[in-house]
């Protein structure tokens, strides 16, 4: 997180700097608009290859496309055909390449319907695609949880895990549809959430009175990921 904050804080002052030297006539007619989302589309890139999220990947190169459709000669192509295209592939390769489970213990929602599981378990799998479920995790020894949600309402209670090492990790996957995790207040948080074209929201606040510790991270791509501190 603070590398990115450098990284837009130095983006920004060069942004700047050309809005002046643009003035002298001495840089190409490019927009500066253009050039900021140019950039933030390539670090956005960067940041899919890294993160292996195929949401941000393609979405970035559809929107530079789009920009500078005219140079390319796609102006047939945007930019719905092209938004089109990455939405789809996005869904294609998050389905193939959308991470191992063999190791995972699955709670799968049905497409379309409202579902609700509990579980137990060290590690765990949660996957919703289309529909709306709820999951709560009755662990007594609670690790680690791999949260996926796509176009639908997935709410995971966490208020019945024990957590014996001191710390777990919850790894979170949103697109297109809104995750509700409902976490104790009394855990420590680190938030490493990240969102593209989304929002990470938070109810209530972490007072840290434990010494459990909770390490979430994923992201939100074109949705909403909602922390509750119960």
């Given amino acids: 997180m603070k590398s990115s904050k450098v990284f837009w804080g130095i983006f920004f002052i060069l942004a700047a700097v050309y809005v002046v030297i643009s003035k002298f006539g001495i840089l190409p007619d490019i927009g500066v608009f253009s050039i900021i989302l140019t950039v933030f589309f390539l670090w956005l890139f960067v940041e899919g290859i890294r993160n292996v999220n195929f949401w941000e990947i393609l979405f970035s190169i559809a929107f530079i496309c789009i920009i500078y459709d005219k140079p390319l000669g796609i102006t047939a192509l945007t930019p719905w055909t092209v938004l089109g295209a990455a939405f789809l592939g996005s869904i294609g390769l998050s389905l193939i ?13 049905n497409v379309g319907t409202s579902s609700s599981e509990q579980y137990t378990g060290e590690e765990i799998r949660c996957e919703n695609s289309f529909g709306s479920a709820i999951r709560y995790i009755n662990s007594d020894n609670f690790r680690r949880a791999a949260i996926e949600n796509n176009f639908g309402s997935l709410s995971v209670y966490f208020d019945n895990a024990i957590v014996q090492e001191g710390s777990a990790n919850v790894s979170v996957e949103n ?52 922390l509750h501190y119960i």
């Fill in 175 to 226: 697109n297109f549809g809104e995750t509700n995790l409902y976490i104790p207040k009394e855990w420590k948080i680190q938030n490493n959430l990240d969102r593209s074209f989304g929002a990470i929201r938070e109810t209530g606040s972490s007072i840290g009175t434990s010494s459990t510790v909770l390490y979430l991270n994923g992201s939100a791509n074109f949705g909403e990921i909602h």
């Fill in 97 to 109: 390449f959308g991470g191992k489970k063999r190791k995972w213990k699955t709670v799968t929602g």
